[in-house]
């Protein structure tokens, strides 16, 4: 008879928790502040979007039909401008394919290059990073192996075991990075790759944030056994149109996008027009940097009056601060009923950073007024 019990005999895949779901409890505690909570949990943009992108969408006539996978000519041209200009690379379009957002390709790519070489079985990843570097090896069945970071929050690469170079799919890095904004040397991370023939995916979903040196591209040593991942969702507060792009070496591009389309994975005809339009503006992406860097700066000062000091990041726009006495969640605790501040404790990217919180720094300046004020900062 059929039950929507699990059998008792079976051990399949549980998805653990999300990790924002577990901060209900300081969310209420934060919410009981008058002006209520001020959430720096979670990376999501808060300021509009350009007026001109979401008119593209509403009139790009492109519903009907079914659009291409890879994303239309346009969308690939939009995107090999876009790398030239801010990224100062030249790459061929047809090694350029449309994603639904960079989360599916971080979540995907293991599962895709596991179909392609089975006997590979290791996810290589920044130990202190976004989570789903780690869950997409894990859905895909797959090793999630943690590279140690140096005191930078830069890919120790010398640290990789030789066992787990023999076995790896891919190495993931993220530059800046998320959560502690570190700048990877991106060229270090090809020249690895490809000694070791492991195809590098580098998450750039950041660069145009980088406030410490010049933008930095994995491509800019070549496209040969590396992928650039970029996305629309921070540069231009685009999280919700879910459109980004994975560009690179020609034989990995070509087989990720033939295995997407017959997986049915497109972005939506209307939103490749959007994303044509915010690709071919960089205006409002340097209006934006600009909110960030005050942000962080105000932040900065919250943390101060609290008796904590935060650094300022390479890039990206969280504050990665030690918790005092190393204790993420009492910090975090603290924060919230002190100053009604939600954060993410550091444990949400990795058991080597259970010491840290990450304050996003996405909510509006009048939001962290609020804040300061509470704190007296
Ligand atoms: C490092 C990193 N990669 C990828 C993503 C996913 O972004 P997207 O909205 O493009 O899926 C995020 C989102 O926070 C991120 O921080």
């Known amino acids: 008879m059929w039950s929507n019990e699990p059998m008792a005999t ?6 653990p928790p999300y990790p924002y779901d577990r901060l209900v409890e300081l969310r209420e505690i934060a919410q009981h502040h008058d002006g209520g909570c001020v959430d720096l949990s979670v990376g999501t943009p808060s300021d509009a979007p350009p007026d001109f992108v979401v008119a593209a969408m509403a009139t790009s006539g492109s519903e009907r039909s079914y659009p291409f996978s890879i994303g239309s000519a346009a969308y690939r041209d939009a995107a090999a401008g876009w790398m030239q200009r801010r990224l100062g690379v ?33 996810v290589l990843y920044p130990e202190v990073s976004y989570p789903s570097y780690e869950m997409g090896a894990t859905l895909a069945g797959c090793r999630a192996v943690p590279v140690p970071l140096d005191a930078h929050w830069r890919l120790d690469l010398a640290a990789i075991d030789p066992a787990d170079v023999e076995r790896a799919l891919c190495l993931w890095v993220n530059t800046p990075g998320n959560p502690a904004g570190g700048l990877d040397d991106v060229t270090a991370a090809a020249t690895w790759g490809r000694a070791h023939a492991v195809p590098v995916f580098s998450d750039e979903c950041y660069v145009e944030f980088t406030w410490d040196g010049p933008r930095r591209t994995i491509l800019e040593s070549g496209t ?32 990720l996008s033939e295995v997407r389309k017959h ?43 609290l008796g904590v000091d935060a650094p300022f990041p390479g890039g990206a726009f969280y504050l990665w601060p030690e918790a005092p006495a190393g204790d993420a969640w009492a910090f975090a605790r603290r924060l919230a009923t002190e100053a009604g501040l939600l954060v993410s404790p550091g444990e949400f990217y990795g058991p080597a950073a259970a010491t840290h919180v990450r304050l996003a720094m996405v909510a509006p300046m009048d939001r962290l007024d609020l804040v300061a004020a509470r704190v007296g900062a």
């Open 10 to 15: 079976t051990e399949g895949f549980r998805p």
């Open 90 to 122: 030249s790459v061929d379009p047809g090694q350029i394919a449309a994603c639904i957002g960079t989360k599916e390709v971080v979540a995907g790519v293991p599962h895709w290059l596991r179909l392609r070489t089975p006997s590979r079985d290791t």
């Open 263 to 305: 997986a049915g994975f497109m972005v939506p005809g209307p939103v490749q027009a959007a994303a044509i339009a915010a690709w071919g503006d960089d205006d409002h992406v340097e209006a934006q940097a600009a909110r960030y860097r005050a942000r962080l700066e105000r932040g900065r000062a919250i943390l101060t009056a």
């Open 224 to 255: 040969d056994g590396v992928v650039a991942v970029h996305s629309l969702s921070k540069r231009s507060n685009l999280a919700g149109l879910r459109a980004g792009f994975y560009a690179g070496d020609a034989d990995l591009v070509d087989y």
